[in-house]
T-cell receptor, first 117, second 113 residues
Framework: AQKITQTQPGMFVQEKEAVTLDCTYD???????LFWYKQPSSGEMIFLIY??????QNATEGRYSLNFQKARKSANLVISASQLGDSAMYFC??????????????FGSGTRLQVQP | DSGVTQTPKHLITATGQRVTLRCSPR?????VYWYQQSLDQGLQFLIH???????AKGNILERFSAQQFPDLHSELNLSSLELGDSALYFC????????????FGDGTRLSIL
């Protein structure tokens, strides 16, 4: 089974509007972390936001927020007031088994977001 | 700028050859991770080093090996290269505490002709 599922291969959004990128995950580990990364066409991977499994509140970083629904095992990224520069590939990733020493990230297949003027 | 430096940015070589990719982690980060991004397999974890010691292996082929040196820089060695090894190879570093993310370098794009 896929550990990280991103069901939206591509998304379009109008400039200045908000957009939600979906991410569901699968783990039996009680201790895990969820990350979102942005990959522009230039190729680099840029960290956006983090949510820990024990965090009580949804994470926010500027225009990025994470809609964390633990019971549903979803960690959707919300980008508010989209900008043309937000056009990129977005990856959801999970780091599980923190207490067992595992540190590597498992990535989803990504969502390509295109912001239209 | 993530603070993680990868060289070279691009590498073009032929099947059967051997290449070495280099990574310098962010100052203070003891962990180095290598990932491979290809069109068919997506982003996959290869190997993790912490302070010079191998900590975990992912989907790393036997033809691939890595090491982390005392100055914490790391090298990924790819040998007997095949066409399917063409990919973007990322190095990431982290302090590996709590909620700290992995910071990625810009990657090395390897093309096998």
């Amino acid at each position: 089974a896929q550990k990280i599922t991103q069901t939206q291969p591509g998304m379009f959004v109008q400039e200045k509007e908000a957009v939600t990128l979906d991410c569901t995950y699968d783990t039996s580990d009680p201790s895990y972390g969820l990350f979102w990364y942005k990959q522009p066409s230039s190729g680099e991977m840029i960290f956006l936001i983090y949510q820990g499994s024990y965090d009580q509140q949804n994470a926010t970083e500027g225009r990025y927020s994470l809609n964390f629904q633990k019971a549903r095992k979803s960690a959707n990224l919300v980008i508010s007031a989209s900008q043309l520069g937000d056009s990129a590939m977005y990856f959801c990733a999970m780091r599980e088994g923190w207490n067992t020493g595992r540190r590597a990230l498992t990535f989803g297949s990504g969502t390509r977001l295109q912001v239209q003027p | 700028d993530s603070g993680v430096t990868q060289t070279p940015k691009h590498l073009i070589t032929a099947t059967g050859q051997r290449v070495t990719l280099r990574c310098s982690p962010r100052s203070g980060d003891l962990s180095v991770y290598w990932y491979q991004q290809s069109l068919d397999q997506g982003l996959q974890f290869l190997i993790h080093y912490y302070n010079g010691e191998e900590r975990a292996k992912g989907n790393i082929l036997e033809r691939f090996s890595a090491q982390q040196f005392p100055d914490l820089h790391s090298e990924l060695n790819l040998s007997s290269l095949e066409l399917g090894d063409s990919a973007l190879y990322f190095c990431a570093s982290s302090v590996d505490t709590g909620n700290q993310p992995q910071h990625f370098g810009d990657g090395t794009r390897l093309s096998i002709l």
